[in-house]
């Protein structure tokens, strides 16, 4: 296909994930993750998050949110989101399935609740009729390209732990955060109270395999998970405990992988010399490109902020269908003409000046 504008799991795996993952792929090593050299490339991770966590690798996104809500979530409690989350709209609902919890979507007109919106639904603690709320979760960057300010998270994250809740953070384009605020992902995540979050790479130049990590932050029941009037506050010994419980979670939701060093080579080489966030600033810097091509274009109208990697722009129904003759894009809104367009870490501008010379064919011919 020509270059593809539908999502940033359309490209390829970046040359030098590749390349760690051939120069890995010799002589024998212990399986599940039990050999040095993860361990090793675990620990990096997360002393970049501020070293007051644990990680775990897993296969892929879903698993990831799978794994880290289910590890803090019993069948009665539920799961707070946006309405536009991705384990509300794109994950076929596993997260209810393993969990057996209620998703509550929320309104997010821009992606992101707030929360006064987030505080409405945290009611009916103790009634048995109704499903304990017992965790947020947030995106960052959102479903729609825009992004949670450190202050937002925090406010969010004191909020659910005022509640004796806790906040989830799924980040599986969480380079495309970091670069965009231009700031450490510790600052919007250890810092700001985010108990959990899920790791991304796979858009960003991985092959597979994303993380899992849980931060010292948050108030852990570690006597049971499932017991609301057990629930405690803890140190970090008791935090760690806690962290084993992911473990268990994550061989029972098939996400351990066996040769788990695989993982460990790409996130080596990901985070070696910042290359997670050069990657997520290439693709950052061509959606603003494509934005600043496109919106002088009367029959283009950019409908969401540009803030990350992906373009929304609403289009005449006949424009978008014949420029997916040729690209390969979502609709996002059928009812609107809503088109989303994203960027990859291999987007070239010569990519985006031929698709926008083609867009301004189309017009002139068929306007």
Request: one cysteine or more.
């Amino acid at each position: 296909m020509k270059h593809s504008f539908g999502s940033d799991n359309h490209s390829g795996v970046h040359p030098m994930i590749m390349e760690a993952i051939v120069k890995e792929n010799q002589n024998f090593k212990v399986s599940y993750g039990e050999d040095p050299f993860t361990k090793d490339v675990l620990k990096r991770l997360e002393n970049l998050l501020g070293g007051n966590c644990q990680a775990l690798f897993v296969i892929n996104g879903t698993g990831a949110n799978v794994v880290a809500l289910s590890s803090f979530l019993s069948s009665y409690q539920a799961v707070l989101a946006p309405e536009t989350a991705h384990i509300n709209v794109d994950e076929c609902g596993a997260p209810e399935k393993f969990s057996g919890s209620k998703i509550v979507a929320l309104p997010a007109p821009d992606g992101k609740v707030t929360p006064e919106t987030v505080e409405k639904a945290l009611i009916n603690f103790g009634d048995q009729h109704h499903a304990q709320p017992r965790i947020l979760s947030i995106s960052q960057p959102t479903e729609l390209g825009t992004l949670y300010t450190p202050q937002e998270v925090k406010d969010l994250a004191d909020l659910m732990h005022c509640h004796n809740c806790y906040l989830h953070m799924d980040g599986s384009r969480i380079s495309n955060a970091a670069a965009a605020l231009n700031i450490p992902i510790k600052s919007f995540t250890a810092d700001c109270g985010v108990d959990v979050l899920s790791f991304g790479g796979t858009k960003n130049g991985l092959l597979m395999g994303e993380a899992v990590v849980v931060f010292s932050t948050g108030k852990i029941d570690t006597e049971s998970a499932s017991d609301e009037n057990s629930r405690k506050e803890s140190g970090d010994s008791k935090n760690a405990q806690f962290a084993d419980i992911v473990k268990f979670v994550r061989k029972q939701a098939t996400q351990l992988y066996s040769k788990n060093r695989f993982i460990a080579a790409q996130f080596d080489a990901y985070l070696k010399d910042d290359l997670y966030l050069k990657l997520a600033e290439s693709s950052n810097s061509m959606a603003k490109y494509l934005e600043s091509q496109l919106k002088d274009i009367p029959e283009v109208v950019i409908s969401k902020k540009v803030e990350s990697n992906a373009v929304f722009a609403i289009l005449p129904k006949w424009l978008t269908a014949k420029l997916q003759e040729k690209y390969y894009f979502y609709i996002w809104d059928e009812h609107t003409g809503e088109v989303r367009w994203m960027c990859s870490f291999n987007t070239k501008k010569e990519d985006i000046d031929e698709f926008v010379a083609y867009v301004k064919t189309l017009i002139k011919e068929f306007a």
